[in-house]
């Protein structure tokens, strides 16, 4: 089926890219060898693949399919189909010879795995001799810092990370639960909207009247109580003003529930909805809501949190925007709320493969005070370690500034060792 999907593909693009980039032939294709051909020739000699209708004109047995997968899922299976298919007949045949003769055997074994090769598509960049490319794209950052990167809404954080990068970019915000990760990621994401980019907003837990909501708080500072509790704290007329004004925008705020992707959000649904609404940024409010394509049934949740990361910065890289994500720290998260620490990476939820896979990692907590902290755990191109405190109006999406404080070189050889804290009562602020 793999291989019919594969020519299906190829007729929906229009090209035979995914043949030629992984040097497939017929062999591959044994079930549709003349499909395969008939394609392959018609764009060698049109430079186009068949349409359908060509195509079921000459082999009206087949069905055309509708594929959705990855390519990377495509060329994974059917090379490994394609083993197996290669391998039977050369067990089969080593278990025959077993009963007579080992030392046949064993020769013919010898022989013929040579032949059972893995085929893997191999490659890689000479970075010496590509190395004007390399310069030329520093020129490009230099020069054009809005194409290469996104603020993120609050200028003290840019001033430490640099913002957000468009591409390469997987920002992790992690934090216990009810301390206001969700706010800041739409506080991000809503900024980003703001300079003038399209932004998809993925959320597993509200709908996108409350995330309509919590965005109006945070772009016009719109009372968040009076709009839950549509209560008069919220002026009708100066409300439909606003709204007014905001529909005239126009880039996009697309909000997603899990009942949009059928209640399976994949690597491959998100890529595909980033196509269909040119977003240039997307966050997800919890990782764990997206399910695993290539999960296996034995494997447990680090190993499927490990592969989503990984999918999800080689989706930032294939597509060219970041992807932000909020993840729940552990028991081991919870600190002293006479202190203005904050938890450490090692107690990310279920997966310290999220922590390895990110490009940044943001810490946050409200201390005893209600204060906002923010904390730099992770960043490849910068220092770790930085703290931020803001005054946060959460009704009105207000944040101000406080102060901003170094982490000692000791405090950060002991957030590096794996320890357990005692745990203390959490804030109980009201987030909406």
Request: proline share 3%.
């Amino acid at each position: 089926m793999v291989a019919l999907q594969i020519l299906c593909k190829c007729m929906a693009s229009g090209n035979i890219d995914i043949i030629e980039d992984n040097q497939l032939t017929e062999e591959y294709f044994t079930e549709y060898i003349d499909e395969f051909n008939f394609i392959v020739n018609h764009y060698k000699e049109y430079g186009n693949t068949p349409d359908t209708s060509t195509f079921l004109s000459k082999f009206p047995e087949d069905e055309i399919l509708e594929v959705n997968e990855s390519d990377r899922y495509l060329i994974d299976t059917v090379r490994e189909e394609y083993l197996y298919y290669k391998s039977v007949p050369i067990v089969q045949h080593i278990a025959e010879l077993l009963k007579t003769d080992a030392n046949a055997a064993a020769e013919y074994m010898i022989h013929a795995t040579k032949e059972l090769n893995p085929n893997y598509n191999l490659g890689g960049i000479d970075i010496v001799a590509d190395a004007i490319t390399r310069y030329n794209e520093f020129i490009d950052r230099k020069e054009h810092q809005d194409e290469w990167f996104f603020t993120t809404g609050f200028p003290e954080l840019d001033d430490l990370i640099h913002g957000i990068q468009r591409q390469e970019e997987f920002f992790v915000i992690f934090a216990r639960t009810n301390q206001g990760k969700s706010w800041i990621l739409e506080k991000i994401a809503t900024h980003i909207w703001e300079i003038g980019f399209n932004v998809g907003y993925i959320s597993p837990e509200m709908g996108p009247s409350s995330v309509g909501y919590r965005f109006d708080t945070l772009h016009a500072h719109v009372d968040n109580k009076g709009l839950m509790w549509g209560n008069d704290d919220v002026d009708n007329d100066l409300y439909k003003k606003y709204i007014d004004e905001l529909s005239q925008r126009k880039n996009k705020f697309i909000v997603a529930t899990p009942s949009d992707f059928d209640r399976r959000i994949t690597i491959t649904k998100l890529r595909n909805w980033i196509k269909k609404y040119n977003l240039q940024a997307i966050a997800i409010d919890g990782i764990t809501y997206l399910s695993d394509e290539r999960g296996k049934k034995t494997d447990n949740k680090n190993t499927s949190l490990t592969n989503l990361s990984e999918d999800l910065m080689g989706l930032s890289i294939e597509m060219g925007i970041p992807v932000l994500t909020v993840v729940q720290a552990n028991r081991n998260g919870v600190v002293d709320n006479d202190s203005d620490d904050l938890p450490e990476l090692d107690s990310m939820r279920d997966s310290d493969g999220i922590s390895f896979n990110a490009s940044k990692v943001i810490a946050l907590r409200q201390n005893k005070d209600g204060d906002l902290l923010m904390q730099i755990k992770k960043q490849r191109n910068g220092l770790v370690g930085k703290k931020l405190s803001y005054k946060w109006n959460a009704n009105i999406g207000e944040f101000t500034h406080i102060t901003t404080t170094d982490v000692s070189r000791t405090e950060r050889s002991k957030s590096e060792t794996p320890r357990k804290r005692e745990k203390k009562e959490e804030s109980k602020e009201d987030l909406f």
